[in-house]
Protein backbone atom coordinates (compact mmCIF):
# COMPACT_ATOMS: atom_id res chain seq x y z
CA UNK A 1 0.00 0.00 0.00
CA UNK A 2 1.38 3.25 -0.82
CA UNK A 3 0.50 5.89 2.04
CA UNK A 4 1.29 9.55 2.00
CA UNK A 5 0.94 12.42 -0.06
CA UNK A 6 1.55 16.12 0.74
CA UNK A 7 -2.44 16.12 1.78
CA UNK A 8 -2.73 12.75 3.90
CA UNK A 9 -4.58 10.91 1.17
CA UNK A 10 -3.75 7.48 0.12
CA UNK A 11 -2.36 6.98 -3.25
CA UNK A 12 -2.01 3.74 -5.81
CA UNK A 13 0.81 3.44 -8.57
CA UNK A 14 -0.67 2.81 -11.81
CA UNK A 15 -3.64 4.08 -11.86
CA UNK A 16 -4.72 5.21 -15.71
CA UNK A 17 -6.50 8.44 -16.31
CA UNK A 18 -8.86 6.48 -18.44
CA UNK A 19 -10.49 4.30 -15.11
CA UNK A 20 -11.25 7.62 -13.61
CA UNK A 21 -13.22 9.40 -16.70
CA UNK A 22 -15.00 5.93 -17.23
CA UNK A 23 -16.15 6.49 -13.61
CA UNK A 24 -17.28 10.00 -14.01
CA UNK A 25 -18.92 9.58 -17.51
CA UNK A 26 -20.71 5.96 -16.49
CA UNK A 27 -23.90 7.77 -15.41
CA UNK A 28 -24.12 9.48 -18.81
CA UNK A 29 -23.54 6.22 -20.57
CA UNK A 30 -26.24 4.30 -18.62
CA UNK A 31 -29.07 6.84 -19.86
CA UNK A 32 -28.39 5.29 -23.41
CA UNK A 33 -29.72 2.12 -25.07
CA UNK A 34 -26.19 0.74 -25.78
CA UNK A 35 -25.22 -0.25 -22.20
CA UNK A 36 -27.81 -2.44 -21.76
CA UNK A 37 -26.82 -4.29 -24.92
CA UNK A 38 -23.05 -4.78 -23.57
CA UNK A 39 -24.78 -6.08 -20.28
CA UNK A 40 -26.99 -7.91 -21.46
CA UNK A 41 -24.14 -9.94 -23.91
CA UNK A 42 -22.14 -9.87 -20.32
CA UNK A 43 -25.51 -11.74 -18.83
CA UNK A 44 -25.78 -14.13 -21.28
CA UNK A 45 -22.22 -15.02 -21.45
CA UNK A 46 -22.59 -15.59 -17.79
CA UNK A 47 -25.51 -17.89 -17.69
CA UNK A 48 -24.41 -20.12 -20.20
CA UNK A 49 -20.85 -20.76 -18.53
CA UNK A 50 -22.18 -21.03 -15.07
CA UNK A 51 -25.73 -21.67 -15.28
CA UNK A 52 -28.75 -19.22 -14.51
CA UNK A 53 -28.65 -19.63 -10.80
CA UNK A 54 -26.49 -15.77 -9.14
CA UNK A 55 -26.32 -17.69 -6.07
CA UNK A 56 -24.44 -20.39 -7.52
CA UNK A 57 -22.90 -18.20 -10.41
CA UNK A 58 -20.60 -15.01 -8.98
CA UNK A 59 -19.75 -13.95 -12.79
CA UNK A 60 -23.57 -13.78 -13.59
CA UNK A 61 -23.98 -11.95 -9.70
CA UNK A 62 -21.60 -9.00 -10.51
CA UNK A 63 -23.39 -8.81 -14.37
CA UNK A 64 -26.51 -8.47 -12.39
CA UNK A 65 -25.43 -5.75 -10.22
CA UNK A 66 -24.16 -3.99 -13.22
CA UNK A 67 -27.67 -4.35 -14.49
CA UNK A 68 -29.63 -3.30 -11.85
CA UNK A 69 -27.14 -0.02 -11.68
CA UNK A 70 -27.99 0.95 -14.51
CA UNK A 71 -31.45 0.51 -14.39
CA UNK A 72 -31.82 -2.08 -16.83
CA UNK A 73 -35.22 -3.24 -17.21
CA UNK A 74 -36.29 -6.73 -15.69
CA UNK A 75 -37.28 -8.01 -18.56
CA UNK A 76 -34.25 -7.25 -20.35
CA UNK A 77 -32.12 -9.20 -17.56
CA UNK A 78 -34.63 -12.20 -17.47
CA UNK A 79 -34.36 -12.18 -21.16
CA UNK A 80 -30.62 -12.85 -21.28
CA UNK A 81 -30.26 -15.11 -18.56
CA UNK A 82 -32.84 -17.52 -20.64
CA UNK A 83 -30.80 -16.93 -23.94
CA UNK A 84 -27.20 -17.87 -21.86
CA UNK A 85 -29.06 -21.05 -20.45
CA UNK A 86 -30.40 -21.83 -23.70
CA UNK A 87 -34.45 -21.70 -22.68
CA UNK A 88 -34.69 -18.99 -25.90
CA UNK A 89 -32.50 -18.71 -28.63
CA UNK A 90 -30.69 -15.87 -29.65
CA UNK A 91 -27.00 -15.37 -31.10
CA UNK A 92 -23.83 -17.02 -29.82
CA UNK A 93 -21.20 -14.90 -28.77
CA UNK A 94 -17.50 -15.55 -28.36
CA UNK A 95 -15.19 -13.75 -25.90
CA UNK A 96 -11.82 -12.28 -27.10
CA UNK A 97 -8.94 -10.18 -25.77
CA UNK A 98 -7.33 -7.95 -28.35
CA UNK A 99 -4.06 -5.85 -27.56
CA UNK A 100 -2.55 -2.85 -29.23
CA UNK A 101 -0.95 0.01 -28.84
CA UNK A 102 -2.35 3.84 -28.35
CA UNK A 103 -0.58 6.91 -29.42
CA UNK A 104 2.74 7.95 -27.59
CA UNK A 105 3.17 4.74 -27.13
CA UNK A 106 0.22 3.81 -24.54
CA UNK A 107 -0.84 0.11 -23.93
CA UNK A 108 -4.77 -0.59 -24.78
CA UNK A 109 -6.47 -3.77 -24.11
CA UNK A 110 -9.75 -4.91 -24.98
CA UNK A 111 -12.11 -7.33 -23.94
CA UNK A 112 -14.81 -8.19 -26.59
CA UNK A 113 -17.88 -10.14 -27.50
CA UNK A 114 -19.30 -11.06 -31.02
CA UNK A 115 -21.11 -13.48 -33.14
CA UNK A 116 -18.39 -12.84 -36.09
CA UNK A 117 -15.14 -12.65 -35.13
CA UNK A 118 -13.72 -11.37 -38.92
CA UNK A 119 -16.38 -8.30 -39.04
CA UNK A 120 -15.49 -7.39 -35.60
CA UNK A 121 -11.36 -7.35 -36.13
CA UNK A 122 -11.59 -5.85 -39.15
CA UNK A 123 -14.12 -2.67 -37.32
CA UNK A 124 -11.51 -2.65 -34.25
CA UNK A 125 -8.67 -2.67 -36.50
CA UNK A 126 -9.81 0.43 -38.48
CA UNK A 127 -10.84 2.24 -35.83
CA UNK A 128 -6.95 2.33 -34.52
CA UNK A 129 -5.33 2.59 -37.37
CA UNK A 130 -7.60 5.89 -38.56
CA UNK A 131 -7.11 6.93 -34.64
CA UNK A 132 -3.22 7.43 -34.35
CA UNK A 133 -3.20 2.98 -32.70
CA UNK A 134 -2.30 -0.03 -34.49
CA UNK A 135 -3.75 -3.41 -33.44
CA UNK A 136 -1.13 -5.92 -32.08
CA UNK A 137 -0.62 -9.10 -31.20
CA UNK A 138 -2.00 -11.62 -28.62
CA UNK A 139 0.18 -11.03 -25.52
CA UNK A 140 1.72 -7.71 -26.64
CA UNK A 141 0.33 -5.44 -24.10
CA UNK A 142 -1.35 -8.07 -21.27
CA UNK A 143 1.78 -8.47 -18.78
CA UNK A 144 1.72 -4.42 -18.40
CA UNK A 145 -1.71 -5.01 -16.61
CA UNK A 146 -2.74 -6.49 -13.52
CA UNK A 147 -6.44 -8.34 -13.01
CA UNK A 148 -7.58 -6.52 -9.47
CA UNK A 149 -11.23 -5.93 -8.23
CA UNK A 150 -11.72 -2.28 -8.38
CA UNK A 151 -14.86 -0.94 -6.12
CA UNK A 152 -15.49 3.08 -6.00
CA UNK A 153 -17.33 5.04 -3.49
CA UNK A 154 -20.55 7.13 -4.18
CA UNK A 155 -19.43 10.65 -4.93
CA UNK A 156 -20.73 13.16 -2.24
CA UNK A 157 -20.31 10.05 0.54
CA UNK A 158 -19.21 11.84 3.57
CA UNK A 159 -15.83 9.99 4.88
CA UNK A 160 -13.45 9.79 7.36
CA UNK A 161 -10.28 8.52 5.55
CA UNK A 162 -8.55 6.85 8.11
CA UNK A 163 -11.86 4.55 9.20
CA UNK A 164 -12.23 3.94 4.77
CA UNK A 165 -9.02 2.88 4.85
CA UNK A 166 -9.53 0.62 8.57
CA UNK A 167 -12.48 -0.85 6.72
CA UNK A 168 -11.24 -1.81 3.80
CA UNK A 169 -8.09 -3.83 4.46
CA UNK A 170 -9.80 -5.19 7.54
CA UNK A 171 -12.13 -6.84 5.14
CA UNK A 172 -9.41 -7.87 3.08
CA UNK A 173 -8.83 -5.02 0.25
CA UNK A 174 -5.28 -4.73 -1.41
CA UNK A 175 -4.79 -0.74 -1.54
CA UNK A 176 -7.12 2.69 -1.05
CA UNK A 177 -6.67 5.59 -3.08
CA UNK A 178 -8.43 9.07 -1.64
CA UNK A 179 -7.75 12.10 -4.11
CA UNK A 180 -10.51 15.08 -4.20
CA UNK A 181 -12.88 13.22 -2.13
CA UNK A 182 -12.94 9.90 -4.66
CA UNK A 183 -12.39 6.52 -2.76
CA UNK A 184 -11.25 3.93 -4.83
CA UNK A 185 -10.39 0.27 -3.48
CA UNK A 186 -8.89 -2.33 -5.02
CA UNK A 187 -8.72 -6.13 -4.05
CA UNK A 188 -7.13 -9.52 -5.62
CA UNK A 189 -10.24 -10.84 -7.76
CA UNK A 190 -11.33 -13.61 -5.72
CA UNK A 191 -11.65 -11.20 -2.58
CA UNK A 192 -13.95 -8.05 -4.72
CA UNK A 193 -17.45 -9.92 -3.35
CA UNK A 194 -16.34 -9.91 0.40
CA UNK A 195 -14.48 -6.70 0.33
CA UNK A 196 -17.75 -5.29 -1.07
CA UNK A 197 -20.19 -6.48 1.44
CA UNK A 198 -18.12 -5.81 4.30
CA UNK A 199 -18.45 -2.11 2.94
CA UNK A 200 -22.14 -2.35 2.93
CA UNK A 201 -22.63 -3.98 5.69
CA UNK A 202 -21.08 -0.80 7.11
CA UNK A 203 -23.73 1.39 5.54
CA UNK A 204 -21.34 2.95 2.98
CA UNK A 205 -22.68 3.62 -0.41
CA UNK A 206 -21.07 2.43 -3.58
CA UNK A 207 -20.99 3.49 -7.29
CA UNK A 208 -19.61 0.89 -8.65
CA UNK A 209 -17.80 -2.82 -7.97
CA UNK A 210 -16.25 -4.86 -10.40
CA UNK A 211 -12.96 -6.86 -12.09
CA UNK A 212 -10.70 -4.56 -14.05
CA UNK A 213 -7.30 -4.25 -15.79
CA UNK A 214 -5.35 -1.45 -13.53
CA UNK A 215 -2.03 -0.94 -15.47
CA UNK A 216 1.67 -1.76 -13.82
CA UNK A 217 2.51 1.45 -15.01
CA UNK A 218 1.33 4.91 -16.60
CA UNK A 219 2.37 6.65 -19.80
CA UNK A 220 2.47 10.51 -19.44
CA UNK A 221 0.70 11.81 -22.60
CA UNK A 222 0.05 15.73 -23.79
CA UNK A 223 -0.53 17.84 -26.47
CA UNK A 224 -1.99 16.21 -29.76
CA UNK A 225 -1.34 12.35 -28.47
CA UNK A 226 -3.58 13.47 -25.59
CA UNK A 227 -6.46 14.32 -27.78
CA UNK A 228 -5.92 11.69 -30.19
CA UNK A 229 -5.69 9.01 -27.66
CA UNK A 230 -9.22 10.17 -25.44
CA UNK A 231 -10.85 9.77 -29.04
CA UNK A 232 -9.74 6.80 -29.72
CA UNK A 233 -10.97 5.21 -26.42
CA UNK A 234 -14.28 6.72 -26.51
CA UNK A 235 -14.26 5.15 -29.95
CA UNK A 236 -13.59 1.71 -28.83
CA UNK A 237 -15.82 2.12 -25.81
CA UNK A 238 -19.14 2.90 -28.33
CA UNK A 239 -18.31 0.03 -30.25
CA UNK A 240 -21.08 -2.88 -30.04
CA UNK A 241 -19.10 -5.53 -29.41
CA UNK A 242 -16.44 -3.64 -26.44
CA UNK A 243 -17.51 -4.90 -23.16
CA UNK A 244 -14.46 -3.17 -21.39
CA UNK A 245 -11.76 -0.95 -22.80
CA UNK A 246 -8.16 -0.39 -20.49
CA UNK A 247 -4.87 1.79 -21.39
CA UNK A 248 -2.01 2.87 -19.44
CA UNK A 249 -1.73 6.24 -20.28
CA UNK A 250 -2.03 8.78 -18.01
CA UNK A 251 -3.00 13.12 -18.52
CA UNK A 252 -2.52 15.75 -16.53
CA UNK A 253 -6.08 16.94 -14.61
CA UNK A 254 -4.64 21.12 -15.88
CA UNK A 255 -4.58 19.40 -19.34
CA UNK A 256 -7.80 17.66 -18.39
CA UNK A 257 -9.89 20.60 -17.68
CA UNK A 258 -8.39 22.33 -21.09
CA UNK A 259 -9.46 19.29 -23.22
CA UNK A 260 -13.03 19.18 -21.44
CA UNK A 261 -13.34 23.09 -22.15
Same mark, same amino acid.
Given at each position: ?????????? =?????????? $?????? %?????????????????? $??????????? *?????????????????? +??????????? @?????????????????????? *????????? +??????????????? +????????????? &????????????????????? &??? *?????? #???????? #????? @????????? %???? =?????? /???????? $??????????????? &?????? /??? #????????????????????????
Amino acid at each position: MNIGDEQGGI =LMSGHSKWST $IKHKKG %KADAARGKVFTKIAREII $IAARAGGGDPN *ANPRLRAALDKAREANMP +NDNINRAIRRG @TGEIEGAVYEEMVYEGYGPGGS *AVLLELTSD +NRNRTAGEIRYIFSR +NGGSLGESGCVAW &MFDRKGLIVLEAGEKIDEDEI &MML *ALDAGA #EDVTIENG #EVEIT @TAPDDLEVV %KQSL =LDNGLQ /LASAELTR $IPKNTVELDGENAVK &MLKLME /LLE #EHDDVQEAYSNFDISDELMEQLDK
